[in-house]
């Protein structure tokens, strides 16, 4: 009835058919870029496309319109075919409205929309989480 009791278990080692192996990361040359793909702006270059879009949006948020510390926000992310250099799609937001263009739906998101010429659309998209619907008694499950 109780074979189990007073049995002692032994762990049984997993054996792995392939050994897992890890390639080291690969040191990068002084001379040779950081990254791969999209050209970016030199921090030189970035320091005045960044003033350039801040004195276009009066160094405020152009979402809410607050002042302080401002960040410049990509529309389009540079990883996804977006440019540092086209000022049509950066713009200038404040820390809370940056950290709401990629939030989650349920919670609400910033979406921006460039309508061209340095002006922007900005909507907030919240999607309400779907509840499960329980079945009444009796009532057939789909």
Known sequence: MFAHIGKRHRPRLMIRRKPLRRTPWRRRQPDEPRARGRPAASPEEWQAIRTAVLARASWR????????????HHV????QGGSDWD????VALCRRCHAQTDAPYVKGRLVVIPQG?????FEVVAIPPRSPRWPAIGEAVP
Do not use: T
């Open 76 to 79: 389009v992310k540079r990883s």
């Open 61 to 72: 948020c152009e979402a809410c319109g607050r002042g302080g510390r401002l960040d410049v």
């Open 117 to 121: 010429a340095g002006q922007f659309v």
């Open 87 to 90: 000022l049509d799609a950066l």
